[in-house]
């Protein structure tokens, strides 16, 4: 189902009447729908790792309270960070899982705490394939043996049966994700992790039916959403987060992305969120030092090719700090809905000071220090105060 208004296209331009400005400003905090998911506005806490679970991948409290300052700043939905779905492929140290039944109640206690203040949450389900860590995975696999500068170390190659292990986990995730009464779950289908590498020709050099050219490199992404639907059922919003373009050379290109989003409605997807970049290169999906509106949503012309190969609603990410700008692309139709990361790891309450006008931007300049530098810390702001934006 489309957002509201999701392709209703307002004029441009400093000739708009101030009456229209005003209809233009009110449009971040409308409401719109994924699927069968009520929003109450177009703000969306895109996955971000937070780093706050223990060995096994159960979430600590601090990631209840982090959600708990999201839902009270105002934010329309949570996009948790990525948990896995198999231990083979657990990313990093303090990871969240959703690889066995017996983390359903520990989840139950996060969606319980989001819905008591009101909010919504959807868990972002994701295998690192050779990205996994290796702290905890010693044998990391990929779609074909690949190796590079920027890559960890090397992984070999998946047999057919880890493949169809893998598929079957992802659905495993979803199911236990409704169980645990989240209202939805996204696959990551970006940045380089497992189902990215088998989108992407630079990794997957494979010759059977999972590679070849983009229809059987999508193949895993098809049978994944094949199988969670089978276990969610019709109703339950499934979305997935994108990498339209792998920014490497040799990688997936933007032509052979845009046929993966013509592809989605049709394999029983909700939304698809907009992202870019393959593991290993954060500069490819994160630019740093975003300051102007001229240096903002820096992939939404790809988003607006995007709109144009389907009827999902999209979420756009990267790089939007001033209402302004989300207001613009929202107006445009080149997106639905407003993902973003860094600017809510500054100010949680950044959805309700925009509402109420008491900021038109973010004060997040995009300093990438964001990332957990120690174990038991979490990810958080750690760019001086003197150096944000006012």
Not at 200 to 211: E, F, H, I, Y
Not at 246 to 262: H, M, N, S
Request: with cysteine; net charge neutral; aromatic share 4%.
């Amino acid at each position: 189902m489309l957002c509201l208004h999701g392709f209703f296209l307002y004029p441009g331009g400093a000739e708009l009447s101030s009456r229209m400005e005003r209809r233009l400003m009110d449009r971040l905090f409308t409401n719109c729908t994924i699927g069968s998911l009520a929003l109450p506005n177009r703000l969306v806490r895109s996955a971000t790792a937070e780093h706050m679970a223990d060995e096994a991948g159960r979430p600590r409290e601090q990631l209840g309270r982090l959600y708990a300052d999201l839902v009270r700043g105002g934010v329309g939905l949570i996009i948790t960070g990525h948990m896995y779905v198999h231990p083979a492929g657990k990313c990093h140290n303090e990871m969240t899982g959703i690889y066995t039944d017996e983390l359903i109640p520990d989840l139950r206690t996060l969606a319980d705490g989001v819905h008591a203040l009101g909010g919504l949450v959807i868990a972002q389900i994701n295998h690192g394939g050779m990205d996994a860590s290796a702290d905890s995975v010693h044998d990391p696999m990929a779609p074909s043996s690949f190796e590079a500068e920027w890559l960890k170390r090397p992984a070999r190659a998946m047999t057919d049966a880890e493949i169809d292990e893998v598929i079957e986990a992802y659905a495993a995730a979803a199911r236990r994700a409704q169980r645990a009464g989240l209202d939805g779950v996204q696959i990551h289908a970006a940045h380089g992790y497992l189902v990215s590498q088998f989108l992407s020709p630079a990794v997957n050099r494979r010759t059977d039916r999972w590679g070849g050219d983009i229809e059987g490199r999508m193949l895993l992404l098809r049978r994944i959403c094949s199988r969670v639907r089978d276990q969610v059922g019709p109703d339950y919003p499934v979305i997935t987060k994108l990498g339209l373009a792998d920014r490497i050379e040799g990688g997936l290109a933007l032509a052979e992305g845009l046929q993966v989003v013509a592809a989605l409605e049709e394999m029983g997807l909700d939304a698809v969120e907009i992202s870019a970049g393959i593991g290993g290169k954060k500069s490819a999906s994160i630019w740093p030092g975003i300051r102007r509106e001229g240096d903002e949503a820096y992939f939404r012309d790809w988003s607006r090719q995007a709109r144009q190969r389907t009827r999902l609603p999209i979420l756009l990410v990267g790089g939007m700090r001033s209402r302004a700008v989300m207001e613009d692309v929202l107006a445009s139709g080149d997106a639905d809905l407003i993902s973003m990361s860094r600017p809510l790891i500054c100010e949680p309450d950044l959805p309700q000071r925009l509402r109420t006008g008491q900021q038109t931007r973010s004060s997040c300049i995009s300093g990438g220090r964001c990332w957990a530098e120690a174990e038991g810390v979490g990810i958080s702001c750690k760019c001086p105060l003197e150096h944000r934006t006012t």
